[in-house]
Structures are given as structure tokens and as C-alpha cells.
């Protein structure tokens, strides 16, 4: 999306705000307003609110009706508005706009120490000094943390605060970029996916969304094109109530927490021996497309006869182990997209640490949860959830070889969404109030630990889709305490596999 400003000096329209190709959807900026705001026993300097339907700790000098920005937990923002903006903590004072300020108060506090002063003075001194400092480290991360026992997610600043970093942004009207998302301001980025960790091939520029990722498709002569798609981002449910009305049929289900997998049976380019080539060469009839095999990751093909530069990251291709199990039953122009959860086959190793969904050592389980049925001419039929579920059941039962290893979708509630919360007025705030049980909806695991896994850890959440939604989307709504396990597994460098074989394996890089 582009965003139009006139610039009153050249009398033209100039592009200001933006949201680069290949940003991710779940880490930009928005430009928002503060609609209520709520006290937090025990805080003088405190309040709590929600933006864009994420649960924030604010400032209490932020008044309802004020124009913010909002960052999600695990965003990276630019460093040079952070040091504008004062934001860098104190360790990192040096790097603020302020930072000669803040060192004529230390030098005002070492002044009155070694006088003889009073050390009471001189700390009084010092931490005046470190009340003008932020709270951002080095990296420029959003993290989910709680104040005063209440969940912050994600980080809100008054819009202002842009001028101090691009001066020529203090006479924009904000009022009429309300509710606008953007990642990129005058070419520069501003903000994207905070990522650490090292790749495990060539380096890349650390951002990817799905019509980048269908785009390296072409590379592979195998491949039809319009027959293959890697599954598209799952967005936050939060910024994306409005799309449900009271009269939709929604799906709620369980989100696991794994490793995603695609196996699909469909129209592929044919290998031609010399002679076919020589015979179509002549114009004779050849044919060109069968129905095959392929299979991938989240976003990079595994088969090794298209992409023989694959990694395995778990050491064990567990991409072909879902290919192996379901292709043999698939109709043709069938994809199945998945979650791989529990261990890594004959091995201790964990495909997400601690999260087992009742799997022994070395056991594995596979879940369906999206099917496509596609024609030869490239046209898509998308599967409801119930579907899907009804799918993998009776896999499980004409297959009963096969039920140890498979992990059928945990259907959470399936009706017209007015019914999740019958005492709900539809007219009147329904989507915030319907939003907010949801948050804690013990029906859904909610802010409980994960009753599936063995290991003590916090349910990851859910995932709501709209039957026979006629754009293929799904969003997710993540439990604070995932939040806050995921935010603590980063600070200890712990890295999401997932998120690195991703971000760090493509396969334009091979």
C-alpha cells in the first residue's frame, strides 16, 4: 500500500509511507488512535490499553483520542528514530540525541561524590540521568513483557515522535492516516522482523512473505506453473477482527506448535528423454505433464531431484517422512499442508523444544490442516476446516497403519460467530468484547498450559478461519504466556527452527 502526501514545495504528490514488497504482514507499524485507557492498581506512572486488539502498557500521559504508533512484540525498529527519540537505554545513552545532556548529570553527580557531597545527592543525580534514557537495546526489539503483572504486547509511542526523527513529517495531519500500516518511510525501512541468529547458508536480507517465496518457484523446469503455492502468512487476529461478522461461520482450532509441511500431487513437467526432445522438436505429439510428487518446508522445496542444495536442519529430512505418508493417498491436483510435531524420528531431539503433543522419544506425528484441490488450467478449490478434519479422520480410519503418527486438528468451535458469545451485543463493541473472551477462553487452552504435551509448557493458542472465505486466509491468536516463553527463549539466543529455516534456507540462495 502507498500512502500520498503533497509536498507544498515541489506542488506534487510525494510518496512518504509505504510497505515494502517482500514485508511481513505481522511486523509493521501501525498509525493508530488510543480509544480508552484503563488505571493499573499500584501504578503512578501506568496505564493499560489495547491497540490494534493487542494488550498494552502505556505511559499515563497519554490521553484517549492521542494519534500513536504501534510496534508488535518482536520488531526491530530503526535505530536512528530510536536514538532521535532518546529510546536506548542507559548502558547505551552514548548512541540518544540526548547523550550530552544525560553525561553533564553523571558529571554533575561524580562532581558532587568527589566534593563531599552527600552520596544520596549524587545517585539522585545519576538516576535523573537514567530517567532520560529508554529501555531498547542494541538490536532495536519489541519485547513481550509484564508491567506491574500486566501483559505488554508490543511497543506505543505518540506519532509525533516521527518529526524528531524526519523533521519534515511535523506538519502531516495524521488524522488521515488512521488505522494505515507501513514499514518503509521515504525509502528507508523503518521497521521489520527482528531476527538473530546465524544463517545457515549464503546471508540474506532477513525478509520474506509469500509472493516472494511463489516467485522462486519459477526456477524449477519441473514445476507447472499455477499447480504449486507454498502456504501463505497466518496473520494476528487482532488487527483482523473487523473481517469477521457476527453472521460468519467461523472455525476455531487449536495452533501447534511444530514445523510446517506440504505435500502435494500435481501436474509437473515431464523429464523427456533425448528422443522425446527430438520428436517434439519435429513437432511430433509428446507428453509433456504428469501428475508427480513435491514436497517442501514452509517456504523452500525439499525434493532433491528440484532442489538438490536442500538443507535438513533437524539432520533428518522430515519434509520426505510426511511426503512418504501421505502422497501414496492423494487425488490428483491434492495438496495437504501440515504441522510435523513431537521428536525427530529415532531421536531425543525435540522439533520444537519441550512441545511433544504426547509423543514418546523419537515418536513423530504429522496434522493436517489446509487442503487444495487445483485443476489442470490452474483453478483452485480451498477446503473448509471441517473438511479437513473430516479428511484426516477417515485417513485415520481406512488407514489404521498409520493412526499413531497422525495428529488430527483439535476443532475448538465451528458456527456463526455470534453464537461463541451468545451474551455479546452484536451492535455494540461486539468485535473488541468478542475479541477480548477470546483472549481468555479456557475452552481454548487460553493462558492454560498445552494438555496435550507432557512437558509443562504454555499453550500456543488458536487459529480462526472463515468457511468458504473467498481469499485463502487464516489468523492466529497467540496466548500472552507463549509470548513471553518465546520472548525469553530469544533473549537466551534460543532460535524458533522454524523461523530460521525459513528466514536463513531459501532456496534462491543455493
Same mark, same amino acid.
Given at each position: 500500500?502507498?500512502?500520498?502526501?503533497?509536498?507544498?514545495?515541489?506542488?506534487?504528490?510525494?510518496?512518504?509511507?509505504?510497505? =515494502?514488497?517482500?514485508?511481513?504482514?505481522?511486523?509493521?507499524?501501525?498509525?493508530?488512535?488510543?480509544? $480508552?485507557?484503563?488505571?493499573?492498581?499500584?501504578?503512578?506512572?501506568?496505564?493499560?490499553?489495547?491497540?490494534?486488539?493487542?494488550?498494552? +502498557?502505556?505511559?499515563?500521559?497519554?490521553?484517549?483520542?492521542?494519534?500513536?504508533?504501534?510496534?508488535?512484540?518482536?520488531?526491530?525498529?530503526?535505530?536512528?528514530?530510536?536514538?532521535?527519540? /532518546?529510546?536506548?537505554?542507559?548502558?547505551?545513552?552514548?548512541?540518544?540525541?540526548?547523550?550530552?545532556?544525560?553525561?553533564?548529570?553523571?558529571?554533575?553527580?561524580?562532581?558532587?561524590?568527589?566534593?563531599?557531597?552527600?552520596?544520596?545527592?549524587?545517585?539522585?543525580?545519576?538516576?535523573?540521568?537514567?530517567?532520560?534514557?529508554?529501555?531498547?537495546?542494541?538490536?532495536? @526489539?519489541?519485547?513481550?513483557?509484564?508491567?506491574?503483572?500486566?501483559?505488554?504486547?508490543?511497543?506505543?509511542?505518540?506519532?509525533?515522535?516521527?518529526?524528531?526523527?524526519?523533521?519534515?513529517?511535523?506538519?502531516?495531519?495524521?488524522?488521515?492516516?488512521?488505522?494505515?500500516?507501513?514499514?518503509?518511510?521515504?525509502?528507508?525501512?523503518? +521497521?521489520?522482523? #527482528?531476527?538473530?541468529?546465524?544463517?545457515?547458508?549464503?546471508?540474506?536480507?532477513?525478509?520474506?512473505?509469500?509472493?516472494?517465496? /511463489?516467485?522462486?518457484?519459477?526456477?524449477?523446469?519441473?514445476?507447472?506453473?499455477?499447480?504449486?503455492?507454498?502456504? #501463505?502468512?497466518?496473520?494476528?487476529?487482532?488487527?483482523?477482527?473487523?473481517?469477521?461478522?457476527?453472521?460468519?461461520?467461523?472455525?476455531? =482450532?487449536?495452533?501447534?506448535?511444530?514445523?510446517?509441511?506440504?505435500?502435494? @500431487?500435481?501436474?509437473? %513437467?515431464?523429464?523427456?528423454?533425448?528422443?522425446?526432445?527430438?520428436?517434439?522438436?519435429?513437432?511430433?505429439?509428446?507428453?509433456?505433464?504428469?501428475?508427480?510428487?513435491?514436497?517442501?518446508?514452509?517456504?523452500?522445496?525439499? %525434493? *532433491?531431484?528440484?532442489?538438490? /542444495?536442500?538443507?535438513?536442519?533437524?539432520?533428518?529430512?522430515?519434509?520426505?517422512?510426511?511426503?512418504?505418508?501421505?502422497?501414496?493417498?492423494?487425488?490428483?491436483?491434492?495438496?495437504?499442508?501440515? $504441522?510435523?510435531?513431537?521428536?525427530?524420528?529415532? /531421536?531425543?531431539?525435540?522439533?520444537?523444544?519441550?512441545?511433544?503433543?504426547?509423543?514418546?522419544?523419537?515418536?513423530?506425528?504429522?496434522?493436517?490442516?489446509?487442503?487444495?484441490?487445483?485443476?489442470?488450467?490452474?483453478?483452485?478449490?480451498?477446503?473448509?476446516?471441517?473438511?479437513?478434519?473430516?479428511?484426516?479422520?477417515?485417513?485415520?480410519?481406512?488407514?489404521?497403519?498409520?493412526?499413531?503418527?497422525?495428529?488430527?486438528?483439535?476443532?475448538?468451535?465451528?458456527? $456463526?460467530?455470534?453464537?461463541?458469545?451468545?451474551?455479546?451485543?452484536?451492535? %455494540?463493541?461486539?468485535?473488541?468484547?468478542?475479541?477480548?473472551?477470546?483472549?481468555?477462553?479456557?475452552?481454548?487452552?487460553?493462558?492454560?498450559?498445552?494438555?496435550?504435551?507432557?512437558?509443562?509448557?504454555?499453550?500456543?493458542?488458536?487459529?480462526?478461519?472463515?468457511?468458504?472465505?473467498?481469499?485463502?486466509?487464516?489468523?492466529?491468536?497467540?496466548?500472552?504466556?507463549?509470548? *513471553?516463553?518465546?520472548?525469553?527463549?530469544?533473549?537466551?539466543?534460543?532460535?524458533?527452527?522454524?523461523?530460521?529455516?525459513?528466514?536463513?534456507?531459501?532456496?534462491?540462495?543455493?
Amino acid at each position: 500500500m502507498l500512502l500520498l502526501l503533497i509536498n507544498k514545495n515541489k506542488d506534487k504528490m510525494k510518496p512518504i509511507l509505504t510497505l =515494502s514488497e517482500n514485508h511481513n504482514p505481522n511486523y509493521v507499524c501501525y498509525v493508530t488512535k488510543i480509544k $480508552e485507557l484503563t488505571p493499573i492498581e499500584g501504578a503512578q506512572t501506568l496505564v493499560k490499553t489495547v491497540v490494534e486488539g493487542f494488550d498494552t +502498557v502505556v505511559s499515563k500521559d497519554m490521553k484517549v483520542g492521542d494519534i500513536v504508533l504501534y510496534f508488535p512484540v518482536e520488531c526491530q525498529i530503526n535505530k536512528d528514530f530510536l536514538a532521535a527519540n /532518546n529510546l536506548f537505554e542507559f548502558s547505551l545513552h552514548s548512541w540518544n540525541a540526548n547523550a550530552m545532556v544525560v553525561d553533564k548529570w553523571l558529571s554533575r553527580a561524580d562532581e558532587k561524590e568527589n566534593d563531599g557531597g552527600s552520596k544520596e545527592g549524587a545517585d539522585e543525580l545519576r538516576a535523573q540521568a537514567k530517567r532520560m534514557c529508554g529501555f531498547f537495546n542494541k538490536h532495536g @526489539r519489541v519485547r513481550c513483557i509484564n508491567l506491574m503483572k500486566n501483559p505488554s504486547q508490543g511497543f506505543v509511542i505518540p506519532v509525533e515522535s516521527l518529526a524528531k526523527w524526519k523533521p519534515d513529517l511535523a506538519s502531516i495531519d495524521w488524522n488521515d492516516y488512521i488505522e494505515k500500516t507501513f514499514d518503509t518511510i521515504d525509502g528507508e525501512l523503518f +521497521v521489520k522482523k #527482528y531476527i538473530k541468529f546465524a544463517p545457515v547458508s549464503k546471508p540474506n536480507d532477513g525478509t520474506r512473505n509469500e509472493r516472494k517465496r /511463489n516467485k522462486k518457484l519459477k526456477k524449477f523446469d519441473r514445476l507447472v506453473e499455477g499447480q504449486f503455492e507454498f502456504h #501463505y502468512d497466518t496473520q494476528q487476529l487482532p488487527p483482523n477482527m473487523w473481517k469477521i461478522s457476527p453472521k460468519s461461520i467461523i472455525h476455531i =482450532s487449536k495452533k501447534v506448535h511444530g514445523s510446517s509441511f506440504i505435500v502435494a @500431487r500435481i501436474l509437473c %513437467n515431464r523429464k523427456l528423454t533425448l528422443f522425446e526432445k527430438v520428436k517434439k522438436f519435429f513437432g511430433c505429439n509428446v507428453k509433456a505433464k504428469e501428475y508427480g510428487n513435491i514436497y517442501s518446508s514452509r517456504s523452500v522445496i525439499k %525434493n *532433491r531431484y528440484l532442489n538438490p /542444495n536442500a538443507n535438513d536442519f533437524y539432520g533428518v529430512d522430515i519434509w520426505k517422512l510426511a511426503s512418504d505418508l501421505f502422497y501414496p493417498y492423494l487425488d490428483d491436483g491434492m495438496t495437504i499442508y501440515g $504441522e510435523i510435531a513431537g521428536y525427530i524420528p529415532n /531421536n531425543q531431539k525435540m522439533i520444537q523444544k519441550d512441545y511433544d503433543y504426547g509423543c514418546k522419544p523419537g515418536e513423530t506425528k504429522f496434522m493436517p490442516y489446509r487442503i487444495t484441490m487445483v485443476q489442470e488450467n490452474g483453478e483452485t478449490h480451498e477446503w473448509n476446516a471441517s473438511e479437513v478434519l473430516a479428511w484426516t479422520l477417515k485417513f485415520i480410519e481406512e488407514h489404521p497403519e498409520h493412526a499413531a503418527k497422525i495428529l488430527p486438528m483439535t476443532e475448538f468451535y465451528h458456527g $456463526e460467530a455470534k453464537d461463541l458469545y451468545p451474551d455479546i451485543d452484536t451492535e %455494540n463493541h461486539w468485535h473488541e468484547n468478542v475479541l477480548a473472551r477470546m483472549k481468555l477462553d479456557e475452552r481454548f487452552n487460553m493462558e492454560k498450559n498445552e494438555p496435550a504435551c507432557w512437558h509443562k509448557v504454555p499453550a500456543e493458542g488458536i487459529v480462526v478461519k472463515i468457511d468458504d472465505d473467498p481469499k485463502a486466509e487464516a489468523w492466529k491468536l497467540k496466548c500472552d504466556k507463549f509470548y *513471553r516463553k518465546e520472548t525469553s527463549e530469544l533473549d537466551k539466543g534460543e532460535i524458533d527452527i522454524e523461523t530460521q529455516e525459513s528466514e536463513g534456507g531459501q532456496v534462491d540462495e543455493n
